[in-house]
Nanobody, 121 residues
Framework: QVQLVESGGGLVQAGNSLRLSCAASGRTFSSYTMGWFRQAPGKERELVAAISRSGGSTYYADSVKGRFTISRDNAKDTVYLQMNSLKPDDTAVYYC??????????????WGQGTQVTVSA
């Protein structure tokens, strides 16, 4: 089992930045691919970014490429999502997730409770 706790969400104006953090506990953090998902009201949950166990590989959804950066610190059992140039369309609940497979795009094993990000125009 892996427990995941997100933090760093909030209300920001368009064009500004936020940094989300996800602290993991339980099994060995470095054994898991980590992902950030988001779900806006009335929309399906989508994978925003993912990072491999070592951090050597990353994935980004087209909608966030060049604006968001995923990173991880295996010594601190934490994964981050730096979000720059935020847009109102980025408004959603953001979830951290962990999976034992290499860079999956769905059906992650473990999930956090989510943190709300609201971007005002």
């Amino acid at each position: 089992q892996v427990q995941l706790v997100e933090s760093g969400g909030g209300l920001v104006q368009a064009g500004n930045s936020l940094r989300l953090s996800c602290a993991a506990s339980g099994r060995t953090f470095s054994s898991y691919t980590m992902g950030w998902f988001r779900q806006a009201p009335g929309k399906e949950r989508e994978l925003v970014a993912a990072i491999s166990r070592s951090g050597g590989s990353t994935y980004y959804a087209d909608s966030v490429k060049g604006r968001f950066t995923i990173s991880r610190d295996n010594a601190k059992d934490t994964v981050y999502l730096q979000m720059n140039s935020l847009k109102p369309d980025d408004t959603a609940v953001y979830y951290c997730a962990a999976d034992r497979r290499y860079m999956p795009t769905s059906d992650y094993d473990f999930w956090g409770q989510g943190t709300q990000v609201t971007v005002s125009a």
